[in-house]
């Protein structure tokens, strides 16, 4: 089984900084690309950055600039740096990943999310 679990969420003013981790654990053979979602309310879940297991990334126009998406294959687990926030941040942050279990099978997984909110 596995499973990813995300934390680093909160409540921050406009323009400060928070750091999001994505720990992957279980029968786990290879992680390829590590990728971060949102959803805020009321809208659809939509593509924030992406890392392949080679360090390549990419961004949504939205954030690029403003947040870093970083890995360490060591730990199974994915970073997003976000800074600059702006209201419009304001969702849930779901990271997901392409892993190959110890069955040999290849699956997307999903955290549960974790919520961020920019707000004075």
């Known amino acids: 089984q596995v499973q990813l679990v995300e934390s680093g969420g909160g409540l921050v003013q406009p323009g400060g900084s928070l750091r999001l981790s994505c720990a992957a654990s279980?029968?786990?053979?290879?992680?390829?690309?590590m990728d971060w979602y949102r959803q805020a309310p009321g809208k659809q879940r939509e593509f924030v950055a992406r890392?392949?297991?080679?360090?390549?990334?990419n961004y949504a126009d939205s954030v690029k600039g403003r947040f870093t998406i970083s890995r360490d294959n060591a730990k199974n687990t994915v970073y997003l740096q976000m800074n600059s926030l702006k209201p419009e941040d304001t969702a849930v942050y779901y990271c997901?990943?392409?892993?190959?279990?110890?069955?040999?099978?290849?699956?997307?997984?999903w955290g549960q999310g974790t919520q961020v909110t920019v707000s004075s």
């Open positions: 997901s990943a392409d892993i190959i279990n110890t069955l040999r099978q290849r699956d997307r997984y």
């Open positions: 279980g029968t786990i053979i290879s992680i390829n690309v």
């Open positions: 890392i392949s297991n080679g360090g390549g990334t």
